[in-house]
T-cell receptor, first 111, second 112 residues
Framework: QQQVKQSPQSLIVQKGGISIINCAYENTAFDYFPWYQQFPGKGPALLIAIRPDVSEKKEGRFTISFNKSAKQFSLHIMDSQPGDSATYFC??????????FGTGTRLQVFP | DADVTQTPRNRITKTGKRIMLECSQTKGHDRMYWYRQDPGLGLRLIYYSFDVKDINKGEISDGYSVSRQAQAKFSLSLESAIPNQTALYFCATTGRGPTEAFFGQGTRLTVV
């Protein structure tokens, strides 16, 4: 049972374009939504996170958009760069409980 | 030094062998986790431990066992390895509550 559904599985974007990765969840008790970035040969690392009391959070070129009523959240990467090529995971958690991860999106940014 | 260290980084083992993957962390966190990563399936939780005396099964614990030797150490064992346990394994640690998870660099395990 996939509690956090992530799409697309892979994404190819040209340099300078916008990358958008989407996640949907069913458990309305989730109250913490982080995104993790993983480069080849490395473990995932926290990129940006949001709580449901705000609809958007921006850090540099990375923005999380959160739609509580639709139970969806997305990661937007503006002005995508080849160095952004990585696998991205969304995740969710309830209170102090463990993180539940999505299935991942492999992003490739071509020059 | 890395916050979370996994050993070995790569391992090839034969079907039926027992193997242990080790993890240690220097973050001083109470909580530790073992995940398995497979293409298209994301990060799936095998076992987790919220403190030294606490061990919990994750969504795919069958065929695996764990030991929490100390606050900083959490090992994963495959009692009798099988080929479909070939995967990338990650250890992680978090503080209490929904805080940042720190991952190790992973162990690539191949069972032949």
């Amino acid at each position: 049972q996939q509690q956090v559904k992530q799409s697309p599985q892979s994404l190819i974007v040209q340099k300078g374009g916008i990358s958008i990765i989407n996640c949907a969840y069913e458990n309305t008790a989730f109250d913490y939504f982080p995104w993790y970035q993983q480069f080849p040969g490395k473990g995932p690392a926290l990129l940006i996170a949001i709580r449901p009391d705000v609809s958007e959070k921006k850090e540099g070129r990375f923005t999380i958009s959160f739609n509580k009523s639709a139970k969806q959240f997305s990661l937007h990467i503006m002005d995508s760069q080849p160095g952004d090529s990585a696998t991205y995971f969304c995740a969710a958690a309830v209170g102090t409980d463990k993180l539940i991860f999505g299935t991942g999106t492999r992003l490739q940014v071509f020059p | 030094d890395a916050d979370v260290t996994q050993t070995p980084r790569n391992r090839i083992t034969k079907t039926g062998k027992r193997i242990m993957l080790e993890c240690s962390q220097t973050k001083g966190h109470d909580r530790m986790y073992w995940y398995r990563q497979d293409p298209g399936l994301g990060l799936r939780l095998i076992y987790y431990s919220f403190d030294v005396k606490d061990i919990n099964k994750g969504e795919i614990s069958d065929g695996y066992s764990v030991s929490r030797q100390a606050q900083a150490k959490f090992s994963l064992s495959l009692e009798s390895a099988i080929p479909n346990q070939t995967a990338l394994y990650f250890c992680a640690t978090t503080g209490r509550g929904p805080t940042e998870a720190f991952f190790g660099q992973g162990t690539r395990l191949t069972v032949v």
